[in-house]
């Protein structure tokens, strides 16, 4: 079986969804950008990322930092899907976040033809000890290419 690959290029852009700030301000909450061998990460997995477990998460399926494909940059997050879902998360203690704001995020995908699987970017709060508040959970469009060489498609989400 040929394994198929999702590209995901970190624009995670958490951004307050306000009034147009000066400026001088940044609305951007974090930006990944997956550019870590400048801050001296030589592992395979980007920083703060976490694979999650569990039915129908095989083992053998993983994700890795890759600079054979990027949106901008040098580097991207690559998923290897052979025959298996995989899901990875990002830390939520990296995000601090203000109570009743309402936060815009967004990311970059590119796969290849995916007849049975797609790309989806889901976001939700969660409570001092990083556990998911329930009914806070949003999902993005469910995203596959239809021809090869498709390019980058944006997920978007608001929380």
Request: proline share 5%.
């Amino acid at each position: 079986m040929r394994a198929r690959s999702l590209f995901i290029f970190a624009a995670f852009l958490p951004s307050l969804c306000a009034a147009a700030a000066p400026p001088d301000l940044s609305r951007v909450l974090k930006l990944i950008d997956f550019e870590e061998r400048r801050l001296g990460n030589r592992e395979d997995l980007p920083m703060h990322w976490m694979k999650v477990g569990g039915a129908g998460l095989p083992n053998y399926v993983n994700g890795r930092l890759s600079n054979d494909l990027a949106r901008s940059g040098q580097w991207s997050f690559r998923f290897d899907l052979n025959g298996g879902s995989l899901i990875y998360r990002y830390d939520p203690k990296q995000l601090a976040i203000h109570s009743g704001a309402h936060y815009l995020v967004d990311c970059f995908v590119q796969t290849s033809v995916l007849p049975h699987a797609r790309a989806r970017l889901t976001a939700y709060f969660t409570n001092i000890d990083g556990e998911p508040i329930k009914d806070s959970t949003v999902h993005s469009e469910l995203y596959a290419a239809k021809a090869e060489g498709e390019g980058w498609h944006e997920l978007s989400i608001e929380v």
